[in-house]
Each structure stands twice: as C-alpha cells, then as structure tokens.
C-alpha cells in the first residue's frame, strides 16, 4: 500500500489538530459563553429526549457511531484514524483541559472568560484546518459540509456556516439556548478555517517533499 505524499507530516498534523481541537473544547467549556454548534446540536437533542434514559457519554458516543455510518456512505474518503481519535478521545482531552484551567481560574472574571472564548475560537479553527488539511480523516461532524461543497461545487466557508446554523437552530428548537460563543462559531469558523487553510496549512504541508 502506497502511503501518501508527506505522510509523516500528515500524521503530525493530524494529531496535532485533533488534540488542540479537543482543548479548545476545554477553553470553550470554562469560558461559559455557549458550546459550539454541533454540541449546541447535539446536548439540545440529547436534553430534550434521552436525558431521562443515558447519560450524555453514551448518547453522544452512539450519536457520532450514527453519523460514522452515514459517511462511510457520502464521506468514505475522509473517514481514517482522526475520525476515530475525535470519536474516542475528545471528551477525556476536553476533561483534562478543563481541570488544568479550572485549577489556575476557578471563577474566573469576564476578561477571563472573553480570553477564554477567543482562545478556544482560534485555536479550534487552526486545529481544524491541520487535521482536514492532513486528509487522514476528519470528525463525522466536519465531514458532512466538505462532501457538500465539494459535490455542489460552493464555497466551503458558506456551506460551514449553513450547517453550523442548521445545528444551532435544531439545539435551540429542543431547549438549549444558545451562547455569544456558538453564534461567533456559527458566523466565523468555516471563513477562519479557510484562511488557516491558505494561511498555514495548505503551504506547510505543500512544503518540501517525502519519499
């Protein structure tokens, strides 16, 4: 099996994006302004009709096994070894994320919860373009507005947004209201993860060559 061009890098742009991703999570979580859009989606669906039956952990893992199993259908090609270390890891990273700030800031001032979201923003959006751009897999979730704009032929950053705000208004319609933070994310991740894209990702990984 032939590997892919550059494919150590690929690999460290993998786990790089998804353990950053995973923190950003962490920052989004402490600085109490809202989650961003696909858990908006996600806890509204899971609060409104299965809080009573599971626990979150479960719901959420059986939730994105669901959405694997549709895009090994339109998104085969973007499933690998990030879709699984979303799939599995995220939640303890996010955990630990959380503790470490938690510990430094236990309540933290407005400052700090603004520096917080505008951490977990950026950073979120440059994970996100490092493990897409390394194309060894990206999360069930992101995986859906990529196969959009590539089989539509439309920008990606507008197919982000019309996603990001089909998951807010879904959450906000089962009863999670959601924050300032999942409106900026809504509005701003697909255009900030196209800018790391040509910014960062794209000319590093494009950078040299492997054998």
Known sequence: MKLPENFKKR?????VGVVL??????????SQF?????????????????????????????????MLLI????ARS???????????LTGYIVDFTSEIITHFSPEPSLLARIVFLAVGV??????SSLYMTSNLGVS???????VIAEKRKLPFKFVRIGCDLLCVIIGTLSGLMPGIGTLITAFFMGPLIVFFNHSFS??????????
């Open 11 to 15: 690999v460290s742009m993998t786990t």
């Open 21 to 30: 991703c995973a923190a950003a999570v962490g920052f989004f979580k402490c």
């Open 34 to 66: 809202g989650v961003d859009p696909f858990q908006c989606f996600a806890q509204g669906i899971w609060g409104r009709f299965f809080s009573a039956r599971t626990d979150y952990g479960l719901y959420y893992t059986i939730l994105c096994g669901i």
């Open 71 to 74: 895009d090994l259908f339109i």
């Open 78 to 88: 973007y499933m690998g070894v990030a879709t699984l270390v979303n799939m599995f």
């Open 122 to 127: 950026l950073v979120m959006c440059f994970a």
């Open 140 to 146: 069930v979730y992101d995986a859906i507005p990529i």
């Open 202 to 211: 794209e000319p590093f990984l494009s950078k040299g060559s492997e054998k």
